[in-house]
């Protein structure tokens, strides 16, 4: 169901670099990957962001950490670049504590105190 369509979510806002590389346009930034920040702290992001290599979306890689530590996991409701599914959907393969925030891509800008609970959750679980 979702195999495959993930990496498609805000697709109309990415830009190309230089060929392998994606960004996301300026004017689209806002609404596609932060849209619950202020214009200013959008803006600022918008800005010093940097290219994302297309190749993270295609190369293989080796035994992800998930499969050997714990993990915590903060679903985003609001996130318009991963599908809410598709998060809930990779928080169970892994296995992790979840916890959701009505938030878009940028938990950490616009909901700093939820992302430091999870953070601090998962700290004292390894205590």
């Given at each position: 169901?979702?195999?495959?369509?993930?990496?498609?979510?805000?697709?109309?806002?990415?830009?190309?670099?230089?060929?392998?590389?994606?960004?996301?346009?300026?004017?689209?930034?806002?609404?596609?990957?932060?849209?619950?920040a202020?214009?200013?702290?959008?803006a600022?992001?918008?800005?010093?962001?940097?290219?994302?290599?297309?190749?993270?979306?295609?190369?293989?890689?080796?035994?992800?950490?998930?499969?050997?530590?714990?993990?915590?996991?903060?679903?985003?409701?609001?996130?318009?670049?991963?599908?809410?599914?598709?998060?809930?959907?990779?928080?169970?393969?892994?296995?992790?504590?979840?916890?959701?925030?009505?938030a878009?891509?940028?938990?950490?800008?616009?909901?700093?105190?939820?992302v430091?609970?999870?953070?601090?959750?998962?700290?004292?679980?390894?205590a």
């Amino acid at each position: 169901m979702l195999r495959g369509k993930c990496a498609l979510w805000g697709r109309e806002r990415w830009g190309h670099l230089d060929p392998g590389f994606l960004w996301i346009d300026r004017e689209g930034f806002h609404q596609a990957f932060a849209a619950d920040a202020s214009p200013t702290e959008a803006a600022v992001m918008a800005a010093v962001q940097r290219p994302l290599s297309v190749a993270s979306f295609t190369d293989k890689e080796g035994v992800p950490a998930w499969k050997m530590i714990p993990s915590w996991y903060l679903v985003c409701t609001d996130d318009h670049m991963i599908p809410p599914p598709a998060q809930e959907l990779m928080a169970k393969r892994m296995g992790a504590t979840v916890q959701s925030v009505s938030a878009s891509h940028a938990p950490f800008v616009s909901h700093p105190q939820e992302v430091a609970d999870i953070i601090a959750l998962a700290a004292a679980s390894l205590a």
